[in-house]
């Protein structure tokens, strides 16, 4: 179970990632086909920077949110991991309590 909430978790900040860098070239889409003004090229330079970022940051929010990395990250957060604890498990200071 908590293998497919990391993936979700996964896929959910890559979802909003991408809404956040494909929105402004979708806004700027209508404004320029709804508009009968001119254009204005600075605003649309700036909304295919942000679509192009998608494809740079992507890559790196998979490979630094993959799911043994969040564990890690979830054991550290939650339950203080020792150093002598292994990989992905609790201390024995916080026992019963699951992560």
Not at 1 to 30: G, K, N
Not at 44 to 70: E, K, M, Y
């Amino acid at each position: 179970m908590a293998e497919e909430i990391d993936h979700l978790l996964l896929l959910s900040i890559m979802t909003i990632i991408f809404v956040i860098c494909s929105l402004p070239f979708t806004i700027r889409a209508y404004v320029n086909k709804s508009g009968g003004e001119e254009a204005d090229h600075e605003w649309d330079l700036l909304a295919l920077r942000f679509l192009s970022i998608n494809s740079i940051v992507d890559p790196w929010v998979f490979a630094i949110l993959r799911p043994p990395v969040l564990r890690l990250m979830r054991s550290v957060l939650c339950c203080q991991l020792s150093p002598d604890a292994s990989f992905g498990s609790c201390s024995s200071a916080q026992g019963a309590q699951r992560c």
